[in-house]
Nanobody, 124 residues
Framework: QVLLVESGGGLVQTGGSLRLPCAAS????????LGWLRHAPGKEREFVVA????????YYADSVKGRFIISKDNAKNTVYLQMNSLKPEDTAVYYC?????????????????WGQGTQVTVSS
């Protein structure tokens, strides 16, 4: 079992920044992938970025490349999503989730464990 807890969401103006921590606990194996996905009203759940737990390989969605940065603090078992140059279309509930290595990290249904989500709202 893996427990994931996100925080750091809120309301920010266009062009602003937010940092979302995701604290992970439980049976986290080195082969896992931790991803950030988001869900906007009326849309499908969307992949944002993923990082492999052991190797630190990073995969960004094109929509956030160059604006969002993922990082990991191994000592704290925490992954951070730094979001810069935010746009209104980034408004969504952001989830961190864990998938097994080898899963298609871009597909939401491939993730086995999910946090409760944190709301990010970007005003225009």
């Amino acid at each position: 079992q893996v427990l994931l807890v996100e925080s750091g969401g809120g309301l920010v103006q266009t062009g602003g920044s937010l940092r979302l921590p995701c604290a992970a606990s439980g049976r986290i194996f080195i082969g896992y992938i931790l991803g950030w996905l988001r869900h906007a009203p009326g849309k499908e759940r969307e992949f944002v970025v993923a990082i492999s737990w052991s190797l630190g390989r990073i995969y960004y969605a094109d929509s956030v490349k160059g604006r969002f940065i993922i990082s990991k603090d191994n000592a704290k078992n925490t992954v951070y999503l730094q979001m810069n140059s935010l746009k209104p279309e980034d408004t969504a509930v952001y989830y961190c989730a864990v998938a097994y290595s080898g899963a298609n990290y871009e597909v939401a249904r491939m993730y086995d464990y999910w946090g409760q989500g944190t709301q990010v709202t970007v005003s225009s």
